[in-house]
Structure formats: structure tokens, C-alpha cells
């Protein structure tokens, strides 16, 4: 069942919206430190959303980039959420595709989606300084033919 989505940064309005996605992801994370790490535009362009017609958030991402060496500039997505009841695959979808548009807008050469698993709220708060995890998964943006522009 496909919906009408909005797909952007995440908005002042959204934060409090999207802290419902966020609290069972983070363990420890409260209302007002959610708020502490969404407070600022340049911090909440870090995060990315896909709201349905009446707000409601049913996707949320984080990204960021960093150099990796060899490979050229990562994108970073240390948490990728779609919550929906009838289209979890289609929020996914249009998640995924903006984040591969903003990669694509920062020259990076790969995305690197973090493997799930329990994280405290503190580790929000430095995780450009960390060094990423091994494994998870990585897509080749170069190997991207929608990126590369080959489909209608």
C-alpha cells in the first residue's frame, strides 16, 4: 500500500514526533536529551524523516560523513528506523532513496549502514568522533545506476 509521503531533513515541528521512533532504539534516551541532540538546524540536519500526510513520523534516519581514506568520503547511517503498520518497505524506500540523494550531493563514494544493536543515548552525542564499527553494510554509490543517472 503506497501513501503519500514528505521526505526531508527533520523539521523544529517533527522533533517531538520523532522521539516516539527514537525512544525504543536508544536505551536511556529522554524527551529532553532527544531534544538537546536535535536542537540547533545544523543538528537536525543530520537527521532525516519520512512523514505520512498527518505528521506522523514513520521514518527516521541519522547521517553523517567522514573521510574514508582510499575509498574517498562514507556516509555514515548509524541508525535507519521505518515504522509503518501497512508500508514499511515503501517508507523504507523513499528513507533510503534520500539518503542516497544526499550522499550523492556530498560526493561520497559509499554508504555505510551501521549494524543494528543496543545503543545509549551518550553515544549519540560523540558518534562523528567514533571510530565506526566493523560490518554492517556498505552500498557502492559508483555502482549505483539510479545515482548514476541510467534509469528514466
Avoid at 7 to 15: A, H, S, T
Avoid at 81 to 91: I, P, Y
Avoid at 123 to 132: A, D, F, G, H, Y
Wanted: proline share 5%.
Amino acid at each position: 500500500m503506497e501513501c503519500d509521503y514528505q521526505v526531508g531533513v527533520l523539521g523544529p515541528i517533527d522533533v517531538y514526533r520523532a522521539f516516539a521512533v527514537m525512544q525504543p532504539l536508544v536505551v536511556g534516551l529522554d524527551l529532553e536529551r532527544w531534544k538537546s541532540l536535535t536542537a540547533t538546524e545544523e543538528l537536525r540536519r543530520d537527521w532525516l524523516a519520512v512523514a505520512e500526510a498527518k505528521g506522523y513520523i514513520r521514518g527516521l534516519c541519522h547521517v553523517f560523513t567522514r573521510d574514508g581514506g582510499s575509498a574517498g568520503r562514507i556516509m555514515e547511517v548509524p541508525i535507519f528506523a521505518s515504522v509503518s503498520l501497512f508500508d514499511e518497505k515503501g517508507v523504507a524506500r523513499r528513507l533510503f532513496t534520500f539518503a542516497k540523494d544526499r550522499a550523492k550531493l556530498e560526493g561520497c563514494s559509499m554508504i555505510h549502514f551501521w549494524s543494528i544493536g543496543p545503543r545509549k543515548w551518550d553515544s549519540l552525542v560523540t558518534i562523528k568522533e567514533t571510530t565506526p564499527p566493523e560490518g554492517g553494510l556498505l552500498y557502492d554509490m559508483r555502482t549505483d545506476r539510479a545515482a548514476a543517472g541510467d534509469y528514466p
